[in-house]
């Protein structure tokens, strides 16, 4: 069983940055793989990025983010983080957190191969 929490969203301009940090509670976090979603008013949840388990720590990116965004894990504190830099009002949204174990590599940026997820965070780019 693991517990998402997410913070650090907020309203910021075009082209600034936000770091949004995903606090996990319960076993094995380092076991988890993890990923970050986000969904814009009337769309469907997006992959934004993925960070493998701790054994390999292979990353990967939505080509929307690709070279503006950084994923990142403290498994010593069980915290999950998104660097989010030259941010545009596209990325307005809110930003869901979640882990998950057991599915294919392959399959990092489908919804359903994450079992846990936070509540969300919102962040607003104003143009």
């Known amino acids: 069983q693991v517990q998402l929490v997410e913070s650090g969203g907020g309203l910021v301009q075009t082209g600034g940055s936000l770091r949004l940090s995903c606090a996990a509670s319960?076993?094995?976090?380092?076991?988890?793989?993890m990923g970050w979603f986000r969904q814009a008013p009337g769309k469907e949840r997006e992959f934004v990025a993925h960070?493998?388990?701790?054994?390999?720590?292979?990353?990967y990116y939505a080509d929307s983010v690709k070279g503006r965004f950084t994923i990142s894990r403290d498994n010593a504190k069980n915290t999950m983080y998104l660097q989010m830099n030259s941010l545009k009002p596209e990325d307005t949204a809110v930003y869901y957190c979640?882990?998950?174990?057991?599915?294919?590599?392959?399959?990092?940026?489908?919804?359903?191969?994450?079992?846990?997820w936070g509540q969300g965070t919102q962040v607003t780019v104003s143009s």
């Open positions: 960070s493998t388990s701790w054994i390999g720590s292979n990353t």
């Open positions: 979640a882990a998950g174990r057991g599915f294919n590599s392959g399959d990092y940026y489908l919804r359903s191969s994450y079992g846990y």
């Open positions: 319960g076993r094995a976090f380092s076991s988890y793989a």
